[in-house]
Nanobody
């Protein structure tokens, strides 16, 4: 079993930066693909970023490419999402996810574990 706990959300002005963290528990986590999804008010949950278990492959939604970076620590128990040049349309609840597979999940149906989410609000 894997538990994911996000932190780092908050209120930021447009153009600013935030770094989200996801603390993971579970011995198998280091062999899982990880990522981030988000859900804005009134919208469906959408893919943001993903990383393969090895860290050698990363994928980003077009809307965040060049602005967001997914990474993890050397102990393979914390995943980060560095968000730069934030826009009001990035406002959403951000969820850390994990998949019981080496390959990434870019669709919600492929995710096996979800965190409870952290709210990011970007003011204009």
């Amino acid at each position: 079993q894997v538990q994911l706990v996000e932190s780092g959300g908050g209120l930021v002005q447009a153009g600013g930066s935030l770094r989200l963290s996801c603390a993971a528990s579970g011995r198998a986590f280091s062999s899982y693909a990880t990522g981030w999804f988000r859900q804005a008010p009134g919208k469906e949950r959408e893919f943001v970023a993903a990383m393969s278990w090895s860290g050698s492959s990363r994928e980003y939604a077009d809307s965040v490419k060049g602005r967001f970076t997914i990474s993890r620590n050397g102990a393979f128990n914390t995943v980060y999402l560095q968000m730069n040049s934030l826009k009001p349309e990035d406002t959403a609840v951000y969820y850390c996810v994990a998949r019981r597979s080496p390959t990434m999940a870019t669709m919600p149906e492929l995710v096996d574990y979800w965190g409870k989410g952290t709210l990011v609000t970007v003011s204009s």
